[in-house]
């Protein structure tokens, strides 16, 4: 299933995280995202749900910062831990299990 989609002027804007769509795996999610060096990401490819979505959307290299693009994004289930790295001028950490789940960037259509 996949919410909000449309062209960049009708999709709505990105939460600052994910939270709120905590364990609900498989669900696919569309926003509106300006890309950010900004805010506490963990995980690299698959961020907790916790993440700021405009920051792990620049570590993923899904946005430039400042660039405003539509992302497609997948809630997952957690791995058994979340690897740290610096990507694209973005630090994510490292994290143990985090079994609210988390969020991946899958390629638009």
């Excluded at 795996?25 to 950010?36: I, N, R």
């Excluded at 693009?69 to 997948?74: E, K, L, N, P, T």
């Amino acid at each position: 299933m996949i919410d909000k989609v449309g062209e960049v002027g009708t999709v709505s804007p990105a939460p600052m995280n994910l939270a709120e769509y905590a364990q609900q795996f498989g669900k696919e999610l569309v926003f509106k995202v300006t890309g950010s060096t900004q805010g506490s990401v963990w995980g690299s490819d698959t961020y907790t749900v916790d993440s700021n979505v405009a920051a792990a959307a620049v570590h993923a290299g899904v946005v430039q910062n400042g660039q405003t693009a539509v992302v497609r994004i997948r809630i997952v289930a957690s791995p058994i831990q979340f690897v740290g790295s610096i990507r694209n001028n973005v630090t994510s950490s490292a994290y143990g299990l985090y079994p609210m789940g988390s969020y991946l960037f899958i390629p638009t259509q």
